[in-house]
């Protein structure tokens, strides 16, 4: 081989290989780097830097006379903040069971729990949280918040201003074990005025249309345990609420200790306020996390 040639082959070999130690040296020096970066990030957490905070299950708990579509436009604010929601279906037909059921939706959501309830959703999460490991806040909306031994009913009747009441209408249904309950209806034609005056008579026909009745057992029967002795509470009272009168939410935020806050609004202020409930929520959420 001519020696110009041997020349530039040797050249051009030389050239190659230390490319490849070059390429070869980059990439051990970067994989050798990553661990003290990773050191670094943990050194970092372990002394109060950044950190993710998993955000509370926010449950929800209907009352009387209405459905879990009357948190739809509360949901839809909260999971925008980012937060996990479970509307739970309240079956309103007596307390005990209808506390058994919310407590198994407790038991089913893993982690810590700010609970929510309105009107007599309040009575029902006062007895389901009783004792439970993962609710860290109540959240009472236009709810009833009995002590053990009251029930929905006297606690209604507490103080005058209940116009609800007056126009309920009773019709019977079977019982699973034979005989015969009674459910309660809000008179469609006296819907908007005493449980939704706030809100716009069109969706306040159709709330009339789709509520669930309460059976009187549910409103009658006797508390046992009160969850707000043990667990931190929070209240919205709504000012013009013809179901709950406005002497009784102030009794009941005051006796709880709640941190409270007054809204002018109905009975139905999950509805006509939803920006007004989710911020209480919010605050509740915040506070316990």
Known sequence: MHRSTLSRLVLAAATTLGAIAGVVAFTVSSSTAVPTSTASLNIQLAHGGPKVVKKPTVVLVHGAFADSSSWNDVIARLQRDGYPVLAA?????????????????LDSVGGPIVLAGHSYGGTVLSSAAAGHPNVKALVYLAA?????????????????????????????????????????????????????ADVPAKVARLMAATQ??????????????????????????????????????????????????????????TVSQPDRVAKLITQAARAVS
Do not use: C
Not at 89 to 105: E, F, T
Not at 144 to 150: S, V, Y
Not at 240 to 258: C, H, K, N, V, Y
């Open 144 to 196: 009833l918040a009995p002590d053990r031994g009251e029930s929905t009913a006297e606690l209604l009747s507490m103080f005058p201003g209940n116009t609800l009441g007056q126009n309920l209408k009773a019709v019977p249904y079977p019982l699973p074990g034979g005989g015969t309950g009674t459910d309660l209806y809000v008179d469609p034609a006296a819907f908007h005025k005493h449980f939704a």
């Open 89 to 105: 279906s309240n079956p309103l037909r007596d307390l005990a069971s209808d506390a058994a059921y919310v407590r198994s939706v």
């Open 212 to 269: 669930r009745p309460a059976a009187t057992a549910a409103l009658e029967t006797k508390a046992t345990v009160a969850a707000w002795r043990t667990i931190p509470s929070w209240a919205l009272i709504a000012t013009e609420d013809r179901a709950i009168p406005l002497a009784t939410q102030r009794f009941m935020a005051r006796r709880a200790g709640s941190h409270t806050v007054e809204v002018k609004a109905s009975h139905a202020v």
